[in-house]
């Protein structure tokens, strides 16, 4: 298996699979269930497995006083449930004394308890899919904190869960807190770059044409491996602070210093793993903009865009930014699926392979590790090899 991806049709060839397949949804994430479940079905009737779908219907319903409990509607003893799970869709509502409220992370961790406990020890087994850790920012303590992602996984470990499947996790140390539950935390490196490819064919990697650079020192692992992969230069910013004040729970960025060579006349592409309000990739763009920088091409794996897209429309319209990559991981508003200047990068196929193969009790070694997907997509990009 290892070097590229297992046909996952060969998966279900096999009849090897642990147990009957099924998904869930916990509230708020439908859509990306039903994209996994359209590859999972035409994987499975490609070689005579016939199905309509995987998925379990399930619901959290909850009483006028705000109580709420978990529902699956189908048996489900026996079978690999497979949970996912969306902590920062805020699209969900729910009724509190005839008041309409939002669902914060918080909610979406006592949904996926809910359900949980509504599988009620009778699955065969129990993977959540949580593509954005709950309580990942609080990662570790400074002075007297508490570790809500550490605290959260011992929780869903106590409960039975035996496989975590994240993405691009603000600090994967945190899987320490669990060291004998499976703890997958991957990379939509591969989605990105095909996407950005699809939407803007001409890109030149050349060095002379094209560089990568990170927006801050926790950024650095990421674009230092998009640069390696694209074979260009890689530079980065480091974030001044003011360590003497606290402004919204954060010490204030003072500057962005930037290290690196020369920027001007390329096209720059910063990866981050949020984008949250927004300042601070702006504010990067801007600095980039001002050394001469041509084209710059924001990217975010969990595009939240807390402040609305304001901002980002301002900087399109004056030329700051040429174009902003996120993924479907999460929730996205109507509003910025219609953006100009937003592509949209689908990645649930990529977590249907990991569903399909630990569903066959399969490694997913060369899944979480595309490189050899990523040299194919770019020697096609360069004519080396036919598609």
């Not at 001469?292 to 969990?302: L, N």
Request: glycine content about 8%; charged content about 25%.
């Amino acid at each position: 298996m290892a070097g590229s991806y297992v046909n996952p049709r060969e998966f279900f060839a096999r009849d090897t699979q642990v147990a009957d397949l099924g998904l869930i949804a916990c509230p708020g994430a439908e859509e990306l269930t039903n994209l996994i479940d359209r590859y999972l079905i035409g994987w499975a009737k490609e070689v005579g497995f016939d199905t309509e779908t995987f998925i379990i219907a399930s619901d959290c319903p909850r009483f006028q006083s705000g109580d709420a409990k978990g529902l699956v509607k189908d048996s489900v003893r026996g079978d690999d449930i497979y949970i996912v799970v969306d902590p920062g869709n805020y699209s969900v509502t729910y009724k509190l004394f005839g008041n309409e409220n939002h669902l914060s992370p918080d909610d979406h961790f006592a949904n996926l308890k809910r359900i949980i406990q509504a599988v009620s020890g009778k699955a065969h087994r129990v993977t959540v899919i949580m593509p954005s850790l709950y309580g990942g920012r609080q990662h570790r303590r400074i002075s007297r904190e508490s570790l809500d992602c550490a605290v959260a996984l011992q929780e869903l470990q106590s409960m039975g869960v035996r496989n975590i499947i994240t993405f691009d996790a603000h600090d994967p140390r945190v899987q320490n807190a669990v060291p004998l539950m499976s703890f997958d935390n991957v990379m939509p490196t591969y989605q990105v770059l095909k996407t950005l490819l699809r939407n803007m064919p001409e890109l030149d990697f050349d060095q002379d044409h094209f560089m990568v650079v990170s927006p801050d020192e926790g950024a650095m692992n990421r674009n230092m491996y998009f640069s390696s992969v694209l074979g260009c230069n890689l530079g980065m910013f480091y974030k001044r602070r003011d360590y003497t004040r606290v402004v919204n729970g954060r010490n204030p960025i003072v500057a962005h210093e930037y290290l690196g060579e020369s920027v001007e006349g390329k096209t720059v592409f910063i990866a981050d793993d949020i984008i949250a309000s927004g300042e601070s990739m702006l504010e990067v763009a801007g600095e980039l903009k001002a050394r001469g920088a041509a084209r710059i091409i924001a990217d975010a794996t969990f595009p939240l865009f807390t402040a609305g897209t304001d901002k980002f429309d301002k900087a399109y319209a004056d030329g700051i930014i040429t174009a902003v990559l996120g993924t479907n991981l999460t929730y996205r508003t109507p509003e910025l699926l219609g953006r100009e200047w937003y592509m949209d990068v689908d990645v649930s196929k990529y977590i249907a392979y990991f569903v399909a193969a630990l569903n066959h009790d399969m490694s997913v070694s060369s899944i979480c590790d595309p490189m050899k997907k990523i040299q194919h997509l770019l020697a096609v990009r360069h004519g080396e090899i036919e598609e």
